[in-house]
């Protein structure tokens, strides 16, 4: 195809190594056991590292795809949940009103 040789991988593979050795971390695992009561999966990040240098040697289509699509479908899980917090347009009213001595008791 043309357009292979000037395709990139969405992140560098040193990107995706970074991010298997800080998910390997003793402390991501610590955190992510004591949050969450499991430990978490490093799995996609080793192979989207795989996959990357294997596109960046061999320029293959497979490999390509399934960077795609693990990026799309990271993509897609962070945004499956909503905001917490209502974006505003404009500060509230009564923004720099003075604060009441019965607020803080």
């Given amino acids: 195809?043309?357009?292979e040789e000037f395709w990139r991988p969405p992140r560098a593979c040193a990107d995706y190594w970074s991010e298997?050795?800080?998910c390997r971390s003793i402390r991501n695992l610590y955190h992510t056991y004591y949050t969450y009561g499991e430990t978490p999966s490093c799995a996609q990040?080793?192979?989207d590292y795989k996959n990357c240098k294997e596109w960046e040697r061999t320029k293959?289509?497979?490999a390509k795809d399934l960077l795609c699509d693990s990026e799309r479908a990271r993509v897609a899980k962070k945004q499956k949940y909503a905001p917490v917090w209502k974006m505003r347009k404009n500060p509230p009213a009564d923004w720099n009103s003075p604060i009441g001595e019965e607020n803080f008791k």
Avoid: N, V
Wanted: no cysteine; charged share 25%; proline share 0%.
């Fill in 45 to 47: 990040w080793k192979k």
């Fill in 1 to 3: 195809m043309a357009g």
């Fill in 20 to 22: 298997w050795k800080l």
């Fill in 60 to 62: 293959s289509a497979t």
